[in-house]
């Protein structure tokens, strides 16, 4: 213990601290432990500091306290009163942060993650303690609001950024006293990037090594003197698609990137790497800065200024995810190599309106308002006349311009030819990019009263 504190540079409380046995420790071999340290107390709380401190057989078991947590948060008498707006500012800032502290160290496992989302789904569609059919898919809301989505975090994959920022750590600070511990015990041979699950490693080692996995995603190698970045297999090129090399290395013996260099004037060799590779990959190679002299760095390929951030590897993990998703449909590669910037839902959601109008349109947008052909078409025994005139059936349409105990409230605000444009559109995306073209006081004037 004086060891411990003449390297750590901590001092310990002795009136605070007792020791922890694990399950399987005798009787006799606790109380010799205790008589040597001099330590009376034993560590008998499930949590400390807010985190476990056994992690059992059973993940699910051990983190079920931060489902408890949420679920009494989001289901108090005065959450169930919220407005929209409200649920998702309360699902933003106190749903999804209660488990943060406990995901920064351990892998919450997915399952847990899929019953926390499907929890907080409950609670978004919810309607005064009533539940109510979920329109759209949790994968949908996870998405950003620019896509089409809310926002809301994909709590599996936020948990894997998280742990990703730790490995980050080990990677960037191999000195700190955690690092040599860690290094010493799991990766003595080999950088934290090369790390392998062993035989009885803690379960924060296990988690760690589920955040290196989305950590390797991300990294590139910033060029120094090139002697600790191998062609071939680090990644050190600066693109999406793919950080190594495309041309394939066949019976090439060179392994170092410095052999790539001209020792004379510590640039490039241009003539052997365009004698090396393929064009595409030699063009981008010739690209890259080479600090000749210095050590070679590893950066995060999603930050300019190369620092990792939870944020940027958040959204590595659900590039990826929608990718996976992308392939399984059968999508084509120029579709799921890049998604395509589309300025609409950017547009709807920076509308000068209430956010409740803008959240009102957002479920128009998708088609997912409870109208009695959409209720019709989700298994639901109704009859889908319009509940007002009783002729026509109740879709978009003919609830927002046909129905004619509707059609007088537009001539009545003199917006009868707008109505009459927005009634020959084909769908509810056309009509809300014919409402984002009109002038700000009409488009003001129709958005309240589609609402």
Known sequence: MNLYEQVSGQTINKG????????????????????????PNEAVNDRYLGLPVHVGASRSGTFSYLKDRIWQRI??????????????????AVAQAIPTFAMGCFDLTKGLCDKISSMIAKFWWSQQDKDKMHWLSWDKLTQAKEDGGLGFRDIHGFNMAMLAKQAWRLLTNPDSLCARVLAAKYFPEGGVLKAKPKSN?????????????????GIIWRVGDGMNIRIWEDERIPRD???????????????????LINPINGSWDEELIREMFWEEDAECILSIPVHAGMDDLVAWHYNTCGEFTDRSAYKVFMEGKRRRVESRRGGSSSTTAARIEDPFWKRVWNLKCPKKMIHQLWRMGHDSLALRVNLRRRGMRIVMSCVTCGRYDEDGA?????????????????????????????SAREVLEAILRLKPDIQSWVITLLY
């Open 398 to 426: 003919h609830l927002f311009f046909k129905c004619k105990s509707v059609r007088h409230i537009w001539a009545e605000l003199q917006l009868e030819g707008v109505r009459q444009e927005l009634a020959e559109l084909l």
């Open 75 to 92: 289901m108090g008498w005065k959450e169930k009163m919220l407005s929209k707006a409200g649920k998702k500012i309360m699902i933003k």
């Open 16 to 39: 605070k601290y007792a020791v922890l046995f694990s399950r399987n420790t005798s009787d006799e071999d606790r109380l010799a432990v205790k008589e040597t340290l001099q330590i």
């Open 241 to 259: 698609q793919s950080r190594r090399p495309f041309t394939p290395r066949g019976h090439n013996l060179l392994t170092q990137v410095d052999e």
């Open 201 to 217: 490693m803690s379960y924060t080692w296990r988690s760690i090594l589920s955040g290196v996995e989305l950590l390797k995603k």
